[in-house]
């Protein structure tokens, strides 16, 4: 069962455009998240995240929104740029204790095009 | 920013021999490290969770036995893939989470991956 689903496997966009990544959840029970960006042969890089407490989190070119009623988080990169091209990944983390599990999606990779 | 550092990148050896895997948190201290793997065009699935100073918690399917995982510091943790087989050749990844009177999320930062090999 997949608690984290990032439905487009690819995308593809002009430089200079915005980028639109999706994800979707269905455990409730996650309350923060995050977007992280991956090249192949290397470990993810952090690149966002946002507590449940809040809809939009932004910093530079990346913003994040999550809507809780929908169980629906996207992220927004404008403008593209060619060195964004990459494997992007939604994680969820559970509430709180000693519970820092990550729950990833299985990614969507981004290509822009110059 | 959080740097985890791991170490090797990469391993070739013999079916049958043991390899350690080490992850480190260069500037911060991590009582909470994990250990994925990802298969090629896969999700990072979670294999465990390493915590400093006891025993770590292994997601399920995951042999124990297989996978040592030994969380000795604040800013190191090993896994070691014993008596490893070709099936256990893939891409495994740390993570470390910053703890130490942190209050609220954090993200958890990621090494570069070890590719091990196994012939």
Known sequence: DQQVKQNSPSLSVQEGRISILNCDYTNSMFDYFLWYKKYPAEGPTFLISISSIKDKNEDGRFTVFLNKSAKHLSLHIVPSQPGDSAVYFCAAEGSGGSNYKLTFGKGTLLTVNP | ?119
């Open chain 2, 1 to 119: 920013g959080a740097v985890v550092s791991q170490h090797p990148s990469w391993v070739i050896c013999k079916s049958g021999t043991s390899v350690k895997i080490e992850c480190r948190s260069l500037d911060f201290q991590a009582t909470t490290m994990f250990w994925y793997r990802q298969f090629p065009k896969q999700s990072l699935m979670l294999m465990a969770t390493s915590n400093e100073g006891s025993k770590a918690t292994y997601e399920q399917g995951v042999e124990k036995d297989k996978f040592l995982i030994n969380h000795a510091s604040l800013t190191l943790s090993t896994l070691t893939v014993t008596s490893a087989h070709p099936e256990d050749s893939s891409f495994y990844i740390c993570s470390a989470r910053e703890t130490g009177g942190v209050v609220g999320n954090q993200p958890q930062h990621f090494g570069d991956g070890t590719r091990l090999s196994i012939l």
